[in-house]
């Protein structure tokens, strides 16, 4: 499953990437998104649950489900 | 190419909100060399920093970056600077890398990045006190050891946090005058590679223990809410134009009576006679009109200012991506258009920080319609003059007045950047990747010396354009002569030229004449207005809101307010806009289109008012 498919509360594990843009890819990996990483969603937004915010090794990010489909994870915990 | 120089340049380089701009503030006691607009540092700046046994450097403050890729401009800007690709500027001798001890983890990797630029490197880590209250633990002598780079820690707002940083630059300077540089990484490291090594880096040299909600994650619940969120921002919004109005009166009557002083004084000793007239009625009239909106101005920025420096600003782009996303644009786009409400021209370089070049563009044609400053003192004075400060529910009316101009410009922005997006502008990729900074309380003495730097902005102005401004306005509405009131002047010449464009919406002569030097400043149109009818002897009222409130229709000063929503003329805006779109075609295109949405806007006004029977 991708990041834009995450639902509250739950905290998951990046296993990689998928999507053609590169610069996205390089992108979110500059900001902090990496193999093995967990994620937890933090907050949504009012419409369409969009944009999103994640906590990401104690920072916290926003990006929008566009992009966080761009994130490959694996729930660690249901 | 070697440029000559004589000290050392030191850069800082780190993510946005790493806390680089404070520890700069701290290190040179703040004094700049380019100007410092609040919100995104665009430019960057220069400084000097002088150890404590006297050594000195240059150092320099670039805009916040991760990676070395520059996906938008103004990380572009940081990146050119650091490998000395920008004309006339050395590369610098050595990178001080800022991080924010919080985010450690995941920021480490932008280290190594840094490491590929071949200079003299040193890792200070901010914020050491509040990475300690979030239960993380960092062993320096480990991280130090595996990153093989120096790691100073620091708390940048405290003296003795910055102690220990001052004594390992004294040392270092002497070396990198030696020009000796770190070992990059392996060339053939990709990101990941990078990533990867990092993480394992962080895995034994971090310690980060379980702990309770931090304090931001409590702060979060409610100001990120998805329903209680935009409430708390349209609260703190309408608040802030509450409080420019509630709170600035006391301290407007003493700013109008020391100027009502001086120029009874003047007009005392000076016999009376053209120089009398210049003094009092150009002179003092006309700048005292825009000098007397100072409080407004102080309270506005103490606002901006402090939702900038608490972390609440990106917070903001983040609920408003949204409503962004359905006008084609991102959150991003926020930050430059509230620093627009302060003036557009930051706002505009502001938008530097905007990755996809469209919305770029896009953002910049909407800042204008932003309130900016130079609109407080024309929309203060009607609103006083024309709107009665009763009471409405638990609001002023004159308040809730301003806000509904606010509001105005912020929806025709918003459908100018939907129609941009759907005509001109189409396509882009506009995406959202933000990081969202612990918040922090502002350091009180970057805070004030922010605000004063605004509140000297605008003095300067008064000082450098409103000043001359009078002063030809004073000679063009009293020249060649005044004997049959405006129309002898050549004021009133050049206004009959275009009283019949604006005539249609209900514009007087006298609006007409103080809409040609408010090309120089927006303004200048309160203190051409105050100048052209201090000198009319006739005017009784010494107070200019008494003056227009006895001489325009209710309608007429609801069509300049209308106007001024819109208000294309400043020639700065315009300059600068040429300047970041390398042309003249995109400001032309602004001028025309606001000119357009200003008349009609002003006209609907009128005729609607007018029908009204206003």
């Known amino acids: ?78 | 190419m070697k440029v000559t120089k004589t000290k050392p340049r030191v850069a800082l380089l780190g993510a946005p909100n790493c806390g680089k701009t404070s520890l700069f503030n701290a290190l040179t006691g703040g004094r700049a060399k380019v100007a410092n607009y609040p919100g995104v540092t665009v430019e960057y700046r220069k400084g000097e920093l002088t150890t404590p046994e006297g050594k000195q450097a240059e150092l320099l403050d670039l805009p916040g970056v991760y990676g070395d890729c520059g996906h938008s401009m103004d990380e572009r800007v940081a990146i050119s600077a650091i490998r000395g690709e920008i004309d006339g500027e050395a590369a610098p001798d050595g990178i001080i890398f800022v991080m924010d001890a919080v985010s450690i983890n995941t920021h480490l990797h932008n280290v190594l990045q840094a490491k590929n630029y071949g200079l003299p490197i040193v890792l200070v880590l901010n914020m050491m006190d509040m990475a300690a209250r979030d239960g993380i633990e960092i062993d320096i002598a480990v991280l130090e050891a595996a990153l093989g780079v120096p790691v100073v820690s620091c708390v940048a707002v405290r003296s003795a946090g910055r102690a220990h940083l001052l004594d390992y630059i004294e040392r270092w300077l002497p070396v990198l005058s030696e020009g000796k540089g770190v070992t990059p990484e392996h060339e053939a490291d990709t990101l990941k590679d990078l990533q990867k090594k990092a993480r394992e880096i962080s895995s034994i040299a971090v310690v980060k223990s379980a702990h309770a909600q931090t304090h931001t994650e409590t702060i979060d619940k409610f100001v990120l809410h998805p329903v209680l969120g935009p409430i708390i921002l349209m609260l703190i919004l309408f608040l802030m134009f509450q409080a420019v109005y509630s709170w600035s009166g006391p301290m407007m009557e003493g700013i109008e009576w020391v100027f009502g002083t001086v120029s009874g004084v003047v007009g005392s000793v000076l016999p009376d006679g053209w120089l009398k007239s210049l003094i009092t009625d150009g002179i003092i009239t006309g700048v005292g009109a825009v000098l007397v909106f100072i409080p407004q101005i102080v309270i506005l920025f103490a606002f901006i200012l402090l939702l900038e420096a608490s972390g609440y600003m990106a917070r903001a782009a983040f609920l408003v991506d949204t409503l962004m996303a359905k006008i084609g644009l991102n959150g991003r786009a926020f930050i430059p258009l509230l620093s627009s409400f302060a003036c557009a021209i930051p706002g505009i370089m502001a938008a530097r920080s905007i990755e996809s070049e469209r919305d770029r563009l896009t953002t910049i044609l909407i800042a204008p319609l932003m309130t900016c400053s130079a609109r407080w003192p024309v929309y203060f004075l009607v609103i006083a003059a024309f709107i009665p400060a009763s009471k409405v529910g638990m609001f002023n009316l004159q308040g809730l007045v301003a806000f509904g101009l606010v509001v105005a410009g912020v929806v025709f922005a918003l459908i100018a950047a939907f129609v941009l997006k759907k005509t001109l502008l189409k396509g882009g990729n506009s995406t959202l990747l933000l990081e969202l900074p612990s918040y922090k309380a502002p350091v009180f003495r970057d805070y004030l010396r922010g605000l004063w730097d605004r509140a000297m902005i605008f003095v300067s102005r008064a000082g450098r354009i409103i000043l001359p401004a009078s002063i030809v306005v004073w000679f063009l509405v009293r020249y060649p002569t005044r004997e049959n009131g405006l129309e002898g002047t050549f004021a009133g010449m050049m206004g009959k030229v275009l009283e019949p464009i604006f005539a249609p919406i209900g514009f007087t002569l006298e609006m007409v004449i103080s809409l040609i030097p408010a090309m120089a400043a927006r303004e200048v149109a309160v203190s051409s207005l105050a100048t052209i009818y201090a000198v009319d002897e006739a005017a009784a009222d010494s107070q200019l809101g008494g003056v227009l409130a006895a001489d325009w229709s209710l309608a007429t000063a609801l069509a300049f307010l209308a106007w001024f929503v819109f208000a294309p003329q400043c020639l700065s805006t315009l300059a600068v806009m040429r300047k970041e779109t390398h042309g003249w075609k995109w400001p032309i295109f602004a001028f025309a289109y606001l000119f357009i949405l200003a008349y009609l806007a002003a006209g609907a006004t009128y005729w609607i008012a007018k029908s009204a029977g206003l």
């Open chain 1, 1 to 78: 499953m991708t990041l834009n498919e995450l639902n509250r509360k739950l905290t998951a594990r990046i296993t990689g990437f998928q999507t053609q843009d590169h610069d996205l890819e390089t992108r979110l990996r500059e900001i902090g998104f990496a193999e093995g990483d967990q994620v937890e969603l933090m907050h949504v937004g009012l419409f369409g649950r969009n944009p999103m915010s994640v906590k990401l090794n104690g920072a916290l990010i926003a990006l929008r489900r566009n992009e966080a489909s761009a994130v490959k994870i694996e729930v660690v915990q249901p």
